[in-house]
């Protein structure tokens, strides 16, 4: 069966550090993954999304950047973080056109 | 582009009693539609979906139906329990080949002993 793994559970960061979140996927291969972010309270805001090795697509324009080095792998970074990327971050994966799981989760506090 | 409306924001029912939550999208293209199940400080599990060609589905005490011509589809939980409290988000597929989902805002249901 499919896993579907992501960490840091949780982070602390201050403004202006540097991120980089992690999300790896087992049991399957070539799926297309996704990075939403979820503010306290609210809904799912997609971030980025990939449907193969190296090829990554932004859904909005912000300071955070996704890359995806190999085929199960996709991570998220940022160089310098915003108060406002505070959030619950959830990397998804789905092996059909529109199916979607997601890993349990990073919650990231940025002070 | 597609956008998926949802309500009510918030439902509270006695326990046994019957709970519907409403969706409805705007891309006629749309073909998949998922409904996610979000616990308090968790992530967001799938529990029901449906498709198109399909008008309903049910699975034990929740069902989904959806009326391809209003575009809109609504989740159904009967014999409702405490822990079917939740926050629920619908969702509609964007039509495009990528397969990405437009979520609703979100529903929470607080189901009262």
Do not use: M
Request: charged share 20%; net charge neutral.
């Amino acid at each position: 069966s499919q896993t579907i793994h992501q960490w840091p559970a949780t982070l602390v960061q201050p403004v202006g550090s540097p991120l980089s979140l992690e999300c790896t996927v087992e049991g399957t291969s070539n799926p297309n993954l996704y990075w939403y972010r979820q503010a306290a309270g609210r809904g799912l805001q997609l971030l980025f999304y990939s449907v193969g090795i190296g090829q990554i697509s932004s859904e909005v324009p912000q300071n955070l950047s996704a890359s995806r080095p190999q085929d199960r792998q996709f991570i998220l970074s940022s160089k310098k973080l915003l108060l406002s990327d505070s959030g619950f971050y959830l990397c998804a994966w789905g092996d059909r056109v529109d199916e979607q799981y997601f890993g349990p989760g990073t919650r990231l506090t940025v002070t | 582009g597609e956008n998926v409306e949802q309500h009510p924001s918030t439902l509270s029912v006695q326990e046994g009693d019957s709970a519907v939550i409403k969706c409805t999208y705007s891309d006629s293209a749309s073909n998949y539609f998922p409904w996610y199940k979000q616990e308090l400080g968790k992530r967001p599990q799938l529990i029901i979906d449906i498709r198109s060609n399909v008008g309903e589905k049910k699975d034990q005490r929740i069902a989904v139906t959806l009326n391809k011509t209003a575009k809109h589809f609504s989740l159904h939980i009967t014999e409702t329990q405490p822990e079917d409290s939740a926050v629920y988000f619908c969702a509609a597929s964007d039509g495009g080949s990528q397969g990405n989902l437009i979520f609703g805002k979100g529903t929470k249901l607080s189901v009262k002993p």
